[in-house]
């Protein structure tokens, strides 16, 4: 077994988290590097800002757009400090017109995250320039030097894809598959003596938030990449095979559900458990060595000992059933580890085909899937109709730009007002504050506090025992590359580095050391004041105020779900990337809604409504969800059938009808009827056991439990 704090240090330097620090840290530092050598440090610096201000929109994602957004972060940067450097004269323009900016910059964040880092960026450079009053012709060299720093960045960044164009995809497929082999440890804990149900519970619904937002990150730069597309390359068909099988094995994860009490109850005095949790956490070690080695290129072993594990795990379960004799454990029970295990069978034999991709042989002849890429991604047009549409009060998305333009004129006074030679990190702190909910904004408050008060301590240290320039350098480019490694990772991190950084830089620039640690301490907590205040005060966004469509959104991508598994049943020919599409709908909504609830906790008490319900109704639909995995999983893994369909419909169209109903509840409140039957199942079951129908209605059983056990909660609920 390997060292797991050794291995977490590998995969961080092979991840895209730090190629990311070391491509803007390069990116950023050469410009000043080399004019410095030539006495034009200043020129350098604005080099580099613009350099940084590229880098902004920089994140994961297809090349195109990467390019492109940092094409038009060039043009709009460029444009921004030309007009804000021949204004910037008169308070009350460059007052309105930070007020228009910051509004309009915000707007953006209609169209996507990257398309809001863009409105990110030219409100940076606005903020920088704002105090930086110059003649005009220098005003035109500023911009010009802004202009080349950007467009040094993207030639940098397309060179270093272009190099190794699917080292992205690799690093975030990896990524992915170890949040996998996190979901899958915290499965095992189900299966722990003692185990706290409800904290172990939660948990696994954070994960899954985790694994839907690296499965949909690997969908973004592995569908939208023409090359992996077209399947011209053995790597790219390598890759994509990975992927759709990664996405099979987590839905055979997602299927193993069942009442872990009752199993304990039964069987702990066996230690059979024990011997199950163990399994599964080998399981996702052999996981990890996959994420690993196509972080490494290298070829992950055979998993033999899990192999004969599994093997025991099996001869162990005979042997139970065998001593059974005086019925001391329920046949439910024994049925329901045999069901685990097999399960366990089929998550190993996924393992061992994945690993099999990696044979050098093998990756020659791996033949293409035929993918509609295209359903399987998402894809926001820039079109100005949602522009229009959203310029009222009922979008979140106007409320936060509005509160944006105001806190920044509020933070653009307050700044005026103070004699700090720094003020404009008043602004700074508030513009990386605002976020469009209030729990995000308190989060990122919070993280930049703490990260700005200890960096500017450790800074302070550094400047007071170390004065060798050389050691002083090397610290700056640890922190640098630490700051911009952490900034999507971990923000407290990433702020942590980005003190001393900035602390250290000033020193070298002669602009003073100590005394700023001190002044940037007060400017960011001013801005945090101001941002969180009006995050509360100002058109605040409730989380509770997205519930009802959260919760419709699941109860529909569920329902949707189960119709294309029945499919699976009914149909002789079913169109599988209609399953596959309803299958991804499943976990984003499911994660969404999962997300909601966390970030409700973070909310006033006095707007953390409806919290029990809500905590039943996730629980609900993830046991839903997970009844219908095991049902597709009967079809497809084990190749179950059903001689006649006909015997299920009632049951399958009343879990429509009461999935239906449930929505209508929630959305109306219209509906009066309260005692839905719920439709019983006579079938000849030793005729049924033969061909495993049995197992089948029963499983249709189940999930109409739940579904009825959902419209009756949602018939409690008033939102």
Not at 610 to 617: G, N, P, R, S
Request: aromatic share 12%; with cysteine; charged share 20%.
């Amino acid at each position: 077994m390997f060292n797991r704090p050794i291995r977490s240090i590998q995969d961080f330097l092979l991840s895209t988290y730090f190629a990311d620090g070391l491509r803007i840290t390069f990116g950023v530092l050469c410009p000043s590097l080399i004019l410095a050598q030539f006495g034009m440090l200043q020129y350098g610096m604005t080099l580099s800002l613009g350099a940084l201000c590229a880098s902004i929109v920089d994140t994961p994602g297809p090349i195109v757009h990467r390019r492109n957004a940092m094409l038009v972060t060039t043009v709009a940067i460029t444009v921004i400090s030309i007009v804000v450097g021949l204004t910037n004269s008169n308070v009350y323009f460059i007052g309105t017109l930070l007020f228009i900016c910051s509004f309009v910059f915000s707007m953006f964040f209609l169209y996507g995250l990257r398309a809001a880092a863009i409105g990110t960026a030219a409100l940076l450079v606005m903020v920088l320039s704002i105090d930086d009053i110059r003649p005009w012709k220098e005003v035109l060299v500023f911009a010009l030097l802004i202009f080349t720093g950007s467009v040094w960045y993207t030639l940098l960044s397309y060179f270093v894809y272009r190099i190794r164009p699917y080292r992205l995809v690799q690093q975030t497929l990896s990524d992915s598959i170890h949040e996998i082999s996190e979901f899958l440890r915290a499965k095992a804990k189900f299966y722990h003596q003692n185990t706290d149900y409800d904290e172990n519970y939660a948990d696994l619904l954070q994960l899954q938030v985790l694994v839907h937002e690296k499965q949909d990150a690997v969908r973004e730069v592995l569908f939208k990449t023409r090359e992996i597309v077209r399947e011209s390359t053995p790597e790219g068909r390598f890759l994509l095979l990975v992927f759709v099988d990664m996405v099979d094995l987590f839905e055979q994860v997602m299927s193993t559900y069942y009442n872990y009490e009752q199993l304990h109850d039964q069987f702990d005095d066996s230690g059979i458990l024990a011997h199950y949790e163990a399994v599964i956490r080998k399981i996702a070690a052999e996981l990890d060595e996959i994420a690993f080695a196509l972080k490494t290129g290298g070829t992950p072993r055979p998993p033999i000992s899990l192999i004969e594990d599994v093997s025991k795990l099996r001869k162990e379960i005979i042997h139970l059933e065998s001593e059974n004799t005086d019925g001391r454990y329920n046949t439910l029970g024994i049925i329901a580890l045999k069901n685990i295990e097999v399960n366990i069978e089929n998550i190993l034999s996924r393992v061992k085909t994945i690993k099999g991709y990696f044979n050098k042989k093998e990756k020659k002849n791996l033949k293409a899937r035929e993918i509609d890429v295209e359903r399987f991604v998402t894809r926001q047009p820039i079109d100005l109709k949602l522009l229009s549409e959203n310029l009222t009060f009922t979008s979140s998305t106007f409320r936060h730009s509005l509160r944006v333009a105001i806190v920044m004129l509020i933070g653009f006074i307050v700044a005026r007002s103070l004699n700090f030679s720094h003020s404009y990190w008043i602004l700074l702190t508030i513009l990386v504050i605002s976020k469009p909910g209030f729990s995000l904004t308190k989060k990122r408050n919070y993280e930049r506090l703490i990260g700005t008060v200890a960096g500017a301590f450790i800074g302070m240290g550094i400047l007071v025992y170390i004065h060798d320039k050389n050691t002083l350098f090397i610290i700056l480019l640890f922190c640098m590359i630490g700051c911009y490694s952490f900034q999507r990772k971990n923000y407290v991190v990433s702020v942590l580095f980005m003190t001393p950084y900035i602390l250290v830089l000033f020193d070298f620039l002669g602009m003073g050391g100590l005394s700023v640690a001190r002044e940037r301490i007060y400017d960011t907590l001013i801005g945090s004041g101001i941002a969180l205040l009006a995050s509360y005060s100002l058109f605040p966004n409730w989380e509770h105020q997205k519930l009802k469509e959260a919760m419709v959104d699941t109860l529909k991508a569920n329902m949707n779900y189960f119709e294309q598994v029945t499919f699976l049943y009914a149909d002789q020919v079913h169109n599988l990337t209609n399953y596959k599409v309803a299958r991804k709908e499943v976990y984003v909504t499911t994660a969404n809604l999962a997300s909601l609830f966390q970030r409700m906790f973070s909310e006033p008490k006095s707007k953390q409504l409806l919290m029990k319900e809500l905590h039943q109704f996730t629980a609900l639909n993830h046991l839903l969800s997970s009844y219908v995995a095991t049902l597709s999983l009967y079809n497809k893994e084990h190749a179950f059938l059903i001689t006649n369909f006909d015997d299920l419909k009632p049951v399958v169209n009343n879990t429509t009808y009461l999935m239906n109903l449930s929505i209508e509840v929630l959305s109306n409140h219209t509906s009066t009827i309260s005692n839905v039957p719920l439709i019983r199942q006579n079938i000849d079951k030793e005729l049924s056991q033969q061909n495993n129908e049995v197992i089948i209605h029963e499983q249709f059983d189940l999930i109409q439990k739940v579904a009825y056990d959902i419209f009756k909660l949602c018939e409690k609920i008033k939102i």
